[in-house]
C-alpha cells in the first residue's frame, strides 16, 4: 500500500497550485473557490487560506455538494442512494471565475455533474478545475487546470487522498483492488 | 479499509406507511437528508436532476391544499414529472372502488403514488397490490408520517436534540392521525411525550403508546420545550364531545398566558389548518414562540427527502 503523497508532499503542492492561481488570473480579483464535498471542500478552505498569506485578500469558499446530479441515481426501481450532504455557496458566482476543487480527478463524472450543478446558480465568468492527483481513466472529456500530481494507476487500483480535516492525517495512498 | 467515498444508505421499506416501524437511525437519515434538501428552496433555479424522469401521482381521495402543495413543489425541485388526481373530478364519483382506480393509474407506470384517504390503512392496502412505491400523506385516523417528520425536523432547527425534550400535544388526540405518528416519531427519539385533552377525545389505550395522558392543560404545558397543538376536527366528529367551541376554547385554548407555564424558549407548532379562537389564540399562532410557518415551509424539504430516498437506488461504484 504504498503511500503516494506524505503530508510535507501535500502542503507544497497546495503552496504551488495557490501560486499558480496567482499568476495565471494576475491576482486573486473576482475569484472564488468551490470545493466537492468531501475533501475537495477542504482542499478549497486550505488553498484560500494560502491565498490570503499570498495576497492578503480573501477568496470566497464554497461547498458543492454534487449527489443529487450524479448521472447513476436512479438506476435500479429500489435500492440504497447517496447520502446528499449541503451545499453551501453563500456568495453569488455571477461573473466570478471558478475554482472548482476536488481531490482525486478519475472518470471525469464527478466534474460534470459539478459543472451542471454550478450553472444552476448562476452564470460564472468560466470556471476553471484543481485536483490534488490527477489518475487518469477519462471517461469524459475533462480536463484539469491545475493538478496537484498525476499518477498513472490501473483501473483496478483505487486512490485514497486522506486529510487531516475528515481522517487524522495527510496522505495520499495507493491501494490494489477495493472500492476506494 | 476507510468508509467508501460516497456513504450509501437506504430506507429499509420501499414504500412510507408510517413512521411505526422506522427506526431512530432511519428517522434521523430522512432529516439529514431533509436538511440538505432545504437548501435547494432558497437557489435561484429551485431544482435538482434527481427525480428526472419518474412520475409521481398525487392520488387524494381528501381535500389538503397544504399537504398537497407541498407535495408537489417537493416533486418538481426534484424534477419528476408530477400528475394530480382530484376525487371531484374522478371516476370515483362515478362509482369506482379505490383499488380499481388505483390499478388503472398503476397501469400507466407511475414509479411513485402519493395516497390521502379518509379510510385508515388505505396505504397498507395500495402496498399491497400496486408496484410502485407508496407515500402515505395521511390515511384516516391511522398515521401522516410526512407531517410527523417536517414536525420533528422543525424541532431539530431550534434544540440539539429531540431526546430528552418535553413535548405536550394538546387538542383532539381521538381523531388526530398527526398525533399517532407524532407519538411514534417522538417517543422513537426519545422525547418525553404529554398528551392533553378532555376526556371524551383521550382515546382508551393512549398510554400504552408510552406517552403521559391528561385532561389539565396547565400539567402538560408546564415546563415544556414544545408545545403541539391539534386542531378540532369537526369534520370527523359524530357525537357532543364538548359543549362548545368557546367552552373548548376557555379550557384547552392556547393563550399567551397559559403559554408562560412553559420554558422560556418554548416552540409553538401546528399541523394547520387552524381554528384561530378555538384551539389557538390568534396572539400565540402569530406570535414570537410560533413555528407554524416555518413547518409548513420545512415539509417541502421533508417531502422532497423522503421522495429521493424512495425513488430508485444507484449504482455503488466511485465516480470519481
Same mark, same amino acid.
Given at each position: 500500500? $504504498? ?12 503552496? !504551488? ?23 475537495? =471542500? ?9 491565498? +490570503? ?35 453551501? *455557496? ?5 461573473? @466570478? ?84 | ?64 391544499? !397544504? &399537504? ?24 370515483? =364519483? +362515478? ?18 403514488? =402519493? ?50 425534550? +418535553? ?10 392521525? /398527526? ?19 378532555? $376526556? &371524551? ?6 398510554? @400504552? ?7 389539565? *392543560?396547565?400539567?402538560? /404545558? ?13 369534520? !370527523? ?25 412553559? +420554558? $422560556? ?5 401546528? $399541523? ?33 427527502? /423522503? ?14
Amino acid at each position: 500500500m $504504498p503511500v503516494v503523497m506524505d503530508a510535507d508532499r501535500i502542503g507544497r503542492t497546495l503552496t !504551488r497550485i495557490a501560486h499558480e492561481i496567482v499568476e495565471r488570473n494576475k491576482g486573486v480579483e473576482a475569484l472564488a473557490l468551490v470545493g466537492v464535498r468531501t475533501r475537495g =471542500v477542504h482542499i478549497a478552505r486550505r488553498l484560500a487560506r494560502t491565498l +490570503k498569506e499570498i495576497t492578503g485578500d480573501d477568496v470566497p469558499t464554497g461547498a458543492l455538494d454534487i449527489t443529487l446530479y450524479r448521472d447513476d441515481l436512479m438506476r435500479h426501481t429500489v435500492g440504497p442512494q447517496p447520502l446528499v450532504r449541503s451545499t453551501e *455557496i453563500p456568495f453569488s458566482i455571477d461573473n @466570478r471565475k471558478i475554482l472548482l476543487v476536488d481531490d482525486v480527478l478519475y472518470t471525469g463524472r464527478t466534474v460534470r455533474a459539478a459543472l451542471d450543478a454550478l450553472i444552476d446558480f448562476g452564470r460564472p465568468a468560466s470556471i476553471q478545475l484543481i485536483v490534488l492527483v490527477d489518475r487518469g481513466h477519462r471517461e469524459l472529456p475533462v480536463k484539469a487546470d491545475y493538478v496537484g500530481k498525476n499518477l498513472p494507476t490501473q483501473l483496478e487500483e483505487s486512490v485514497q487522498v486522506r486529510l487531516q480535516e475528515t481522517d487524522g492525517e495527510d496522505e495520499v495512498v495507493l491501494r490494489e483492488g477495493g472500492a476506494a | 479499509m476507510s468508509a467508501p467515498a460516497t456513504a450509501i444508505t437506504a430506507l429499509r421499506s420501499r414504500h412510507l406507511l408510517g413512521i411505526a416501524g422506522m427506526t431512530p437511525e432511519e428517522i434521523t437519515l430522512v432529516l439529514d437528508t431533509a436538511t440538505a434538501m432545504k437548501e435547494i428552496g432558497s437557489r435561484t433555479v429551485k431544482k435538482v436532476p434527481a427525480l428526472r424522469g419518474k412520475t409521481v401521482v398525487n392520488l387524494f381521495f381528501e381535500p389538503s391544499t !397544504r &399537504t398537497r402543495t407541498s407535495f408537489e413543489i417537493a416533486e418538481k425541485r426534484l424534477s419528476a414529472d408530477t400528475l394530480n388526481v382530484a376525487i371531484g373530478t374522478s371516476s370515483v =364519483v +362515478k362509482g369506482e372502488t379505490l383499488v380499481d382506480t388505483a390499478l388503472n393509474i398503476e397501469a400507466m407506470q407511475p414509479d411513485m403514488i =402519493v395516497l390521502r384517504h379518509s379510510s385508515s390503512g388505505t396505504c397498507h392496502l395500495l402496498s399491497r397490490i400496486c408496484k410502485s412505491a407508496i407515500i402515505n400523506a395521511g390515511d384516516g385516523t391511522h398515521e401522516h408520517p410526512t407531517q410527523a417528520l417536517l414536525d420533528a425536523f422543525t424541532i431539530r432547527e431550534r434544540k440539539p436534540t429531540l431526546a430528552g425534550l +418535553k413535548v405536550a400535544i394538546v387538542g383532539d388526540l381521538l381523531h388526530s392521525r /398527526v398525533l399517532r405518528s407524532n407519538i411514534l416519531l417522538l417517543t422513537t427519539m426519545g422525547a418525553d411525550v404529554w398528551v392533553c385533552g378532555p $376526556p &371524551t377525545l383521550i382515546p382508551a389505550d393512549i398510554r @400504552r403508546f408510552g406517552v403521559t395522558a391528561t385532561s389539565r *392543560i396547565d400539567e402538560a /404545558v408546564e415546563g415544556a420545550d414544545v408545545v403541539m397543538m391539534l386542531r378540532i376536527q369537526l369534520e !370527523r366528529m359524530e357525537g357532543a364531545y364538548f359543549p362548545s367551541l368557546r367552552e373548548y376554547f376557555n379550557v384547552f385554548g392556547m393563550t399567551e398566558a397559559r403559554l408562560r407555564l412553559a +420554558k $422560556p424558549d418554548v416552540l409553538i407548532m401546528h $399541523p394547520g389548518p387552524m381554528n384561530r379562537g378555538v384551539e389557538i389564540a390568534s396572539e400565540v399562532a402569530d406570535g414570537p414562540y410560533s413555528v407554524i410557518l416555518d413547518q409548513v415551509a420545512n415539509g417541502v424539504a421533508v417531502r422532497m427527502a /423522503v421522495l429521493y430516498l424512495l425513488a430508485g437506488g444507484a449504482d455503488h461504484e466511485e465516480t470519481t
